[in-house]
Protein backbone atom coordinates (compact mmCIF):
# COMPACT_ATOMS: atom_id res chain seq x y z
CA UNK A 1 0.00 0.00 0.00
CA UNK A 2 1.54 3.54 -1.18
CA UNK A 3 -1.43 5.45 -0.05
CA UNK A 4 -4.12 5.41 2.95
CA UNK A 5 -6.45 6.72 0.58
CA UNK A 6 -6.58 8.15 -2.79
CA UNK A 7 -9.48 10.77 -3.92
CA UNK A 8 -9.73 10.67 -7.57
CA UNK A 9 -11.50 13.89 -9.19
CA UNK A 10 -13.45 12.82 -12.61
CA UNK A 11 -14.95 8.75 -13.15
CA UNK A 12 -14.19 8.94 -17.24
CA UNK A 13 -11.71 6.19 -18.51
CA UNK A 14 -8.35 7.53 -16.85
CA UNK A 15 -10.42 8.13 -13.30
CA UNK A 16 -12.16 4.73 -13.47
CA UNK A 17 -8.68 2.98 -14.63
CA UNK A 18 -6.59 4.39 -11.78
CA UNK A 19 -10.00 3.27 -9.44
CA UNK A 20 -9.51 -0.43 -10.90
CA UNK A 21 -5.43 -0.38 -10.84
CA UNK A 22 -5.13 0.84 -7.46
CA UNK A 23 -7.82 -1.41 -5.66
CA UNK A 24 -6.59 -4.44 -7.75
CA UNK A 25 -2.66 -3.74 -6.86
CA UNK A 26 -3.39 -2.88 -3.41
CA UNK A 27 -1.49 0.70 -3.39
CA UNK A 28 -4.25 2.42 -1.85
CA UNK A 29 -6.03 1.51 1.30
CA UNK A 30 -9.38 3.55 0.56
CA UNK A 31 -10.67 5.05 -2.95
CA UNK A 32 -12.49 8.16 -2.75
CA UNK A 33 -14.58 9.26 -5.84
CA UNK A 34 -16.08 12.37 -7.38
CA UNK A 35 -17.21 13.82 -10.71
CA UNK A 36 -19.15 16.79 -11.40
CA UNK A 37 -21.69 14.60 -13.51
CA UNK A 38 -24.27 12.81 -11.40
CA UNK A 39 -24.83 10.23 -13.87
CA UNK A 40 -21.26 9.65 -13.94
CA UNK A 41 -21.46 9.62 -9.93
CA UNK A 42 -24.26 7.09 -10.21
CA UNK A 43 -22.65 4.66 -12.86
CA UNK A 44 -19.56 4.80 -10.99
CA UNK A 45 -21.49 3.62 -7.41
CA UNK A 46 -22.88 0.58 -9.85
CA UNK A 47 -19.58 0.04 -11.09
CA UNK A 48 -17.89 0.13 -7.48
CA UNK A 49 -14.91 1.88 -8.30
CA UNK A 50 -15.00 3.03 -4.45
CA UNK A 51 -16.30 5.44 -1.82
CA UNK A 52 -18.11 7.75 -4.30
CA UNK A 53 -19.20 11.44 -3.11
CA UNK A 54 -21.46 14.35 -4.32
CA UNK A 55 -19.62 16.49 -3.11
CA UNK A 56 -15.94 17.24 -4.06
CA UNK A 57 -14.66 18.69 -0.52
CA UNK A 58 -16.34 15.49 1.08
CA UNK A 59 -14.22 13.40 -1.31
CA UNK A 60 -10.79 14.80 -0.92
CA UNK A 61 -10.95 15.45 2.50
CA UNK A 62 -9.27 13.25 4.27
CA UNK A 63 -6.94 11.83 0.98
CA UNK A 64 -3.17 11.59 0.90
CA UNK A 65 -3.14 11.83 -2.67
CA UNK A 66 -5.70 14.14 -4.68
CA UNK A 67 -5.71 12.59 -8.82
CA UNK A 68 -7.35 15.20 -10.93
CA UNK A 69 -8.76 13.08 -13.81
CA UNK A 70 -10.72 15.62 -15.60
CA UNK A 71 -9.96 17.10 -19.04
CA UNK A 72 -7.18 19.87 -18.79
CA UNK A 73 -9.68 22.77 -19.35
CA UNK A 74 -11.27 21.66 -16.50
CA UNK A 75 -8.29 21.16 -14.20
CA UNK A 76 -8.53 24.77 -12.61
CA UNK A 77 -12.02 24.36 -11.70
CA UNK A 78 -11.36 21.00 -10.17
CA UNK A 79 -8.35 21.87 -8.32
CA UNK A 80 -10.69 24.81 -6.96
CA UNK A 81 -13.51 22.43 -5.73
CA UNK A 82 -10.96 20.40 -3.45
CA UNK A 83 -8.44 22.93 -2.51
CA UNK A 84 -10.50 23.73 0.92
CA UNK A 85 -10.49 20.45 2.31
CA UNK A 86 -7.42 18.66 1.57
CA UNK A 87 -5.09 18.13 4.29
CA UNK A 88 -1.70 19.22 5.35
CA UNK A 89 1.08 16.70 3.07
CA UNK A 90 -1.46 15.80 0.68
CA UNK A 91 -0.22 15.46 -2.61
CA UNK A 92 -2.18 16.85 -5.72
CA UNK A 93 -1.34 15.15 -9.12
CA UNK A 94 -3.40 15.49 -12.71
CA UNK A 95 -3.37 12.82 -15.61
CA UNK A 96 -3.49 16.06 -17.81
CA UNK A 97 -1.98 15.73 -21.49
CA UNK A 98 -0.89 19.46 -21.36
CA UNK A 99 1.34 20.28 -19.11
CA UNK A 100 2.71 23.71 -18.95
CA UNK A 101 -1.34 25.39 -19.13
CA UNK A 102 -2.40 23.26 -16.23
CA UNK A 103 0.63 24.15 -14.00
CA UNK A 104 -0.23 27.50 -14.35
CA UNK A 105 -3.70 27.77 -13.75
CA UNK A 106 -3.37 24.63 -11.26
CA UNK A 107 -0.61 25.99 -9.08
CA UNK A 108 -2.35 29.20 -7.78
CA UNK A 109 -4.98 27.24 -6.70
CA UNK A 110 -3.17 24.81 -4.68
CA UNK A 111 -2.41 25.49 -0.77
CA UNK A 112 0.79 25.86 0.25
CA UNK A 113 0.65 22.81 3.06
CA UNK A 114 0.22 20.46 0.03
CA UNK A 115 2.48 19.01 -2.90
CA UNK A 116 2.29 20.00 -6.54
CA UNK A 117 3.23 16.95 -8.66
CA UNK A 118 1.65 16.93 -11.87
CA UNK A 119 1.68 14.28 -14.14
CA UNK A 120 0.54 12.15 -17.38
CA UNK A 121 0.29 8.90 -18.03
CA UNK A 122 0.83 8.25 -21.81
CA UNK A 123 -1.86 5.53 -21.97
CA UNK A 124 -5.99 5.67 -22.97
CA UNK A 125 -7.99 4.45 -25.62
CA UNK A 126 -10.49 6.04 -27.64
CA UNK A 127 -13.47 5.09 -25.31
CA UNK A 128 -14.67 7.36 -22.64
CA UNK A 129 -16.96 7.53 -19.80
CA UNK A 130 -16.36 5.15 -16.84
CA UNK A 131 -17.76 1.67 -18.38
CA UNK A 132 -14.38 2.35 -20.59
CA UNK A 133 -11.81 2.32 -17.57
CA UNK A 134 -10.23 -1.25 -17.00
CA UNK A 135 -7.22 -2.21 -14.77
CA UNK A 136 -4.60 -2.94 -17.26
CA UNK A 137 -4.64 0.17 -18.39
CA UNK A 138 -1.20 1.81 -17.26
CA UNK A 139 0.40 -2.04 -17.74
CA UNK A 140 3.73 -1.35 -19.43
CA UNK A 141 2.88 2.21 -20.29
CA UNK A 142 4.85 5.41 -19.64
CA UNK A 143 3.86 7.62 -16.63
CA UNK A 144 5.58 11.30 -17.12
CA UNK A 145 6.11 13.06 -14.02
CA UNK A 146 7.06 17.02 -14.13
CA UNK A 147 8.21 18.10 -10.65
CA UNK A 148 7.82 21.38 -10.14
CA UNK A 149 11.37 23.87 -9.10
CA UNK A 150 10.23 23.59 -5.12
CA UNK A 151 12.77 23.78 -2.18
CA UNK A 152 10.89 22.31 0.02
CA UNK A 153 12.80 19.09 1.14
CA UNK A 154 9.63 17.13 1.61
CA UNK A 155 8.66 17.85 -2.16
CA UNK A 156 11.47 15.46 -3.20
CA UNK A 157 10.04 12.81 -1.38
CA UNK A 158 6.42 13.14 -2.30
CA UNK A 159 7.56 12.95 -5.95
CA UNK A 160 9.04 9.49 -5.17
CA UNK A 161 5.81 8.42 -3.38
CA UNK A 162 4.18 9.09 -6.53
CA UNK A 163 6.19 7.68 -8.68
CA UNK A 164 5.76 4.78 -6.72
CA UNK A 165 2.39 4.44 -6.89
CA UNK A 166 2.34 4.62 -10.88
CA UNK A 167 5.06 1.76 -10.90
CA UNK A 168 2.43 -0.20 -8.29
CA UNK A 169 -0.13 0.38 -11.28
CA UNK A 170 2.05 -1.74 -13.43
CA UNK A 171 3.34 1.87 -15.49
CA UNK A 172 7.11 2.58 -16.24
CA UNK A 173 7.85 6.08 -14.40
CA UNK A 174 9.93 8.97 -16.33
CA UNK A 175 10.63 12.66 -14.94
CA UNK A 176 10.55 15.40 -17.38
CA UNK A 177 10.61 19.36 -17.78
CA UNK A 178 7.25 20.75 -18.25
CA UNK A 179 7.77 22.32 -21.99
CA UNK A 180 9.75 19.62 -22.99
CA UNK A 181 6.82 17.36 -22.21
CA UNK A 182 4.20 19.78 -23.86
CA UNK A 183 6.27 19.76 -27.31
CA UNK A 184 6.79 16.05 -27.19
CA UNK A 185 3.53 15.04 -26.86
CA UNK A 186 2.54 17.49 -29.71
CA UNK A 187 4.65 15.01 -32.04
CA UNK A 188 3.86 11.84 -30.50
CA UNK A 189 0.12 12.55 -29.44
CA UNK A 190 -1.55 15.85 -30.43
CA UNK A 191 -0.80 16.43 -33.97
CA UNK A 192 -1.59 12.33 -34.98
CA UNK A 193 -4.92 12.99 -33.81
CA UNK A 194 -5.39 16.31 -35.30
CA UNK A 195 -4.62 14.66 -38.86
CA UNK A 196 -7.03 11.64 -37.98
CA UNK A 197 -9.90 14.59 -36.76
CA UNK A 198 -9.15 16.17 -40.12
CA UNK A 199 -8.76 13.41 -42.76
CA UNK A 200 -12.42 11.75 -41.21
CA UNK A 201 -14.02 15.36 -41.31
CA UNK A 202 -12.36 16.02 -45.31
CA UNK A 203 -13.78 12.31 -46.37
CA UNK A 204 -17.03 12.90 -45.07
CA UNK A 205 -16.98 16.37 -46.92
CA UNK A 206 -15.52 15.20 -50.14
CA UNK A 207 -17.72 15.62 -53.15
CA UNK A 208 -16.56 13.24 -54.91
CA UNK A 209 -17.19 10.09 -53.30
CA UNK A 210 -20.49 9.42 -50.73
CA UNK A 211 -20.37 8.73 -47.29
CA UNK A 212 -21.49 5.44 -47.68
CA UNK A 213 -18.74 4.50 -50.41
CA UNK A 214 -16.47 5.49 -47.26
CA UNK A 215 -17.99 3.97 -44.29
CA UNK A 216 -18.15 0.42 -46.73
CA UNK A 217 -14.78 0.57 -48.39
CA UNK A 218 -12.69 1.48 -45.66
CA UNK A 219 -9.69 0.27 -46.07
CA UNK A 220 -7.04 -0.50 -42.58
CA UNK A 221 -5.80 3.21 -43.27
CA UNK A 222 -9.15 5.25 -43.06
CA UNK A 223 -10.47 2.97 -40.09
CA UNK A 224 -7.22 3.46 -37.40
CA UNK A 225 -8.13 7.13 -38.21
CA UNK A 226 -10.99 6.34 -37.48
CA UNK A 227 -10.69 4.96 -34.56
CA UNK A 228 -8.13 7.85 -33.26
CA UNK A 229 -11.09 10.51 -34.39
CA UNK A 230 -13.12 8.61 -32.40
CA UNK A 231 -11.85 10.24 -28.97
CA UNK A 232 -13.41 12.28 -26.41
CA UNK A 233 -13.83 15.65 -28.37
CA UNK A 234 -14.00 17.89 -25.66
CA UNK A 235 -10.55 16.08 -24.00
CA UNK A 236 -8.73 16.87 -27.58
CA UNK A 237 -10.40 20.33 -27.49
CA UNK A 238 -8.44 21.55 -24.35
CA UNK A 239 -5.91 19.97 -25.35
CA UNK A 240 -5.41 21.89 -28.95
CA UNK A 241 -6.43 25.26 -27.17
CA UNK A 242 -3.78 24.95 -24.26
CA UNK A 243 -0.70 23.18 -25.55
CA UNK A 244 -1.42 25.76 -28.81
CA UNK A 245 1.93 26.80 -29.23
CA UNK A 246 4.01 23.42 -29.19
CA UNK A 247 1.01 22.18 -31.62
CA UNK A 248 1.43 24.86 -34.06
CA UNK A 249 5.53 24.57 -34.28
CA UNK A 250 5.30 20.76 -34.78
CA UNK A 251 2.50 21.77 -37.35
CA UNK A 252 4.48 24.20 -39.43
CA UNK A 253 7.05 21.37 -39.49
CA UNK A 254 4.75 18.58 -40.77
CA UNK A 255 3.18 21.54 -43.58
CA UNK A 256 6.51 21.71 -44.66
CA UNK A 257 7.21 18.28 -45.44
CA UNK A 258 3.66 17.69 -46.60
CA UNK A 259 4.56 20.37 -49.25
CA UNK A 260 7.77 18.45 -49.95
CA UNK A 261 6.01 15.15 -50.30
CA UNK A 262 3.39 16.95 -52.85
CA UNK A 263 6.01 18.34 -54.96
CA UNK A 264 7.54 14.58 -54.99
CA UNK A 265 4.06 12.64 -56.03
CA UNK A 266 4.23 15.98 -58.70
CA UNK A 267 7.03 15.68 -60.28
CA UNK A 268 7.25 11.83 -60.25
CA UNK A 269 10.12 11.62 -57.29
CA UNK A 270 10.05 7.82 -56.79
CA UNK A 271 13.18 7.58 -54.88
CA UNK A 272 12.43 10.74 -52.66
CA UNK A 273 8.94 9.27 -52.32
CA UNK A 274 11.11 5.60 -51.17
CA UNK A 275 13.18 6.95 -49.12
CA UNK A 276 11.14 8.50 -46.98
CA UNK A 277 8.25 5.71 -46.62
CA UNK A 278 11.55 3.37 -46.07
CA UNK A 279 12.68 5.78 -43.01
CA UNK A 280 8.70 5.58 -41.69
CA UNK A 281 8.77 1.80 -42.02
CA UNK A 282 11.91 1.85 -39.47
CA UNK A 283 10.44 3.78 -37.19
CA UNK A 284 7.19 1.28 -36.58
CA UNK A 285 9.71 -1.02 -36.25
CA UNK A 286 11.61 0.44 -33.60
CA UNK A 287 7.69 1.15 -31.83
CA UNK A 288 7.39 -2.58 -32.09
CA UNK A 289 11.07 -3.03 -30.32
CA UNK A 290 10.18 -0.50 -27.50
CA UNK A 291 7.67 -3.03 -26.82
CA UNK A 292 4.67 -0.07 -27.02
CA UNK A 293 2.29 -1.67 -29.98
CA UNK A 294 2.23 -5.47 -30.97
CA UNK A 295 3.62 -7.15 -34.12
CA UNK A 296 0.62 -9.18 -34.48
CA UNK A 297 -0.74 -9.32 -38.06
CA UNK A 298 -3.31 -6.57 -38.84
CA UNK A 299 -2.73 -4.88 -35.48
CA UNK A 300 -3.95 -7.90 -33.33
CA UNK A 301 -7.76 -7.31 -34.81
CA UNK A 302 -9.58 -10.55 -34.86
CA UNK A 303 -11.13 -9.51 -38.31
Keep these: MIFERIAIVGAGLIGASVALAAREAGAAGGISIYDANESVRQRARSLGFGAVFDDPEAAAAEADLVLLCVPVGAMAAAMGSVAPALKSGAIVSDVGSVKGAVIDAVR ?45 PEYAAAVEKLEAFWRALGA ?132
Design 108 to 152: KLTPAHTFLVPGHPLAGTEHSGPDAGFAALFKGRWQIITPLDDAR
Design 172 to 303: QVERMDASRHDVVLAVVSHLPHLIAFNIVAMAEDLESVTESEVVKYSASGFRDFTRIAASDPTMWRDVFLNNRDAVLEVLGRFSEDLAALQRAIRWGEGETLYALFDRARRMRREVIEAGQDTPAPNWGREN
